[in-house]
């Protein structure tokens, strides 16, 4: 491969005009972890504004899973543009959206009839799936998890509980919201491993959440996201989602997926959730879902969608254009693109496996189809966290052309378009493997 290819030093000289003008004028809030530029890209390849081309691992965050600006995505956008760009669907009929309900209605594996409600992002199909579960039951509580993200406008923002910088000053937040502890098996909050664990965390929400503050009969829904992706590309054992799901089940409590980051195909089946034995009620998608053009969804069991006609819309939500995206994007994973990400994810996680035995950072290795973690450990006994080194290989990774991001504190996520090839696969982990050499080296891990 002769990509990635850096020919000026980062940022070069029109980047940093760029990054000089964004730092006048742009909301200082976005995390940039380095001083990427973006011109233009293709495929899995990203040119910044000095004609430096990068490989793309992460696809956005999660986002571009047909790769950049694919053939048929921009055919379907084109024509669509031609034709008709917006016309309300929240006042006025068009047929797109009605074509994406029945398609997602398909695809969706939601037992029974199936409903869908459009919007434009991750957050608000949260939103959605939030007022639509108080609308349904007429109840007030929701259960989240530590380590899940589900957005940042303030009903999501209420769930979220990854970061501690995303609440800074924002309360308050949404009353009757209860977090539990997550199945992240590698820092078990219980001391426990997976082989002889209790699911202690489920207990948690029996025992001390429904016993002590939040009866169940107030508690509307439980949401969770079937790997946690800013959490930190946290994978959890089938037992602790079975478990959740006879917790929601008995209890009259809804069950919301939240398969913004890990949907559409992403883990080598259509939904992350797939690949546990589970009945969700809701799901909410957004991210991949249009390649890149603002869409959200929020589905669910068509009997639990009862809300009334303006109880619930968004001016933008699921505009022709993202929709023509949709079905553009759909048929791509249909056709050859979800078992590509379980093939190549399969190839990726045996590759890192590899590498681990040389890297004694590596500490922990997750994932499902392309959607994989690698959490970087100063001590593979202690298990202390490496931060510092993680950004530091984030940023080194970015200087030699390979885009990654990071994930919770010390992970990081490979969350590349689902188009990716082995030997793309190769020339990334090279880079990968490089840049943890030498930051391993320096901190004398050898
Ligand atoms: N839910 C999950 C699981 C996510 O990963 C994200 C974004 O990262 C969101 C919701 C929010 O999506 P958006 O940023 O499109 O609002």
Redesign the pocket.
Known sequence: MKYPFIKTSLPGPKSKELLEKDKKFVSPSYTRPYPLTVRKAHGMLVEDMDGNIFLDFAGG??VNITGHTHPKVVEAIKKQCEELIHMSGTDFYYPLQVILAEKLAQIIPIKNEKKIFFGN??????EAAIKLARYYTKKPGIIAFYG??????LG?LSLTASKAIHRKNMAPFLPNVFHAPYAYCYRCLFGKEINNCQLECLSFIKDFLFSKVAPPDDIAAIIV?PI???GGYNVPPEKFMKGLNEIAKENEILLII?????GMGRTGKWFAYEHFDIEPDIV?M??GIASGL?L?VCASRADIMIWEPGAHASTFGGNPVSCAAALATIDLLENGLISNAKEMGEYLLSKLHELQKDHPLIGDIRGKGLMVGVELVKNRETKEKAEEERDKIVYRCFEKGLIILGAGENSIRFSPPLIIKKEEIDAGLEIFEKVLSDVEKEEKYK
């Open positions: 965050i999660a992002s991750g957050t608000e199909a949260v899940s993200f589900h957005g940042r406008t999501s996201e946690q992706g800013e939240d398969e913004v980051q890990s909410t957004a991210k603002p959200g």
